[in-house]
T-cell receptor, first 117, second 112 residues
Framework: GAVVSQHPSRVICKSGTSVKIECRSL??????MFWYRQFPKQSLMLMAT?????????EQGVEKDKFLINHASLTLSTLTVTSAHPEDSSFYIC?????????????FGDGTRLSIL | RKEVEQDPGPFNVPEGATVAFNCTYS??????FFWYRQDCRKEPKLLMS???SGNEDGRFTAQLNRASQYISLLIRDSKLSDSATYLC?????????????FGDGTTLTVKP
């Protein structure tokens, strides 16, 4: 079945560091990928929609200069958390869906647990 | 009103019980529906799609009621391993086609 790979799975770093997270669709092409954030005991929150070859679409309240998204190929999207601070500590999850039909489910990466000290 | 609404629970049931979750959606044009499960500190995993005629996968049955705009998930003979949060997902249509809307999830705990 469809597989989405996300890397790294765990990051612990100092405040002020920029952190890059990769999301790859392994056996299908995805012109669109999605980035979510989830705080403990809370729902998934869509941060942005990553579009191959064009700018990402950010949800209201999400700073595009803080969360840089690059979708350079049909199988790779990256999220960079710039100058991360403790309040950015969260579980970041990407997802992708097979392009072409809207009746396909999203497939999620394993998630990245980010801890900023 | 939220676009996708679920009863948050928690549902606490004994092993072997039958439990049902409902989910309502607001966009009558929606066409594609799914149930995911999410374990603690893990990513959501696709459990099953929901088809118009209803569908079954082992102990799990999903149904769609377009007239009332809700979908349901029935779990029979609950196992301890069924303990998780169950997410209802609706693929958006029209100008937001390509995005999915997630319910907040229903938490299930199956006890011995």
């Amino acid at each position: 079945g469809a597989v989405v790979s996300q890397h790294p799975s765990r990051v612990i770093c100092k405040s002020g560091t920029s952190v890059k997270i990769e999301c790859r669709s392994l056996d299908f092409q995805a012109t669109t990928m999605f980035w979510y954030r989830q705080f403990p005991k809370q729902s998934l929150m869509l941060m942005a929609t990553s579009n191959e070859g064009s700018k990402a679409t950010y949800e209201q309240g999400v700073e595009k200069d803080k969360f840089l998204i690059n979708h350079a190929s049909l199988t790779l999207s990256t999220l960079t958390v710039t100058s991360a601070h403790p309040e950015d500590s969260s579980f970041y999850i990407c997802s992708a869906r097979w392009t072409g039909r809207n009746n396909q489910p999203q497939h999620f990466g394993d998630g990245t647990r980010l801890s900023i000290l | 009103r939220k676009e996708v609404e679920q009863d948050p629970g928690p549902f606490n049931v004994p092993e072997g019980a039958t439990v049902a979750f409902n989910c309502t959606y607001s966009n009558s044009a929606s066409q594609s529906f799914f149930w995911y499960r999410q374990d603690c500190r893990k990513e959501p995993k696709l459990l099953m799609s929901v088809y118009s005629s209803g569908n079954e996968d082992g102990r799990f049955t999903a149904q769609l009621n377009r007239a009332s705009q809700y979908i349901s998930l029935l779990i029979r003979d609950s196992k301890l391993s069924d303990s998780a949060t169950y997410l209802c997902v609706v693929n958006e249509e029209g100008r937001n086609a390509g995005k999915s809307t997630f319910g907040d999830g229903t938490t299930l705990t199956v006890k011995p």
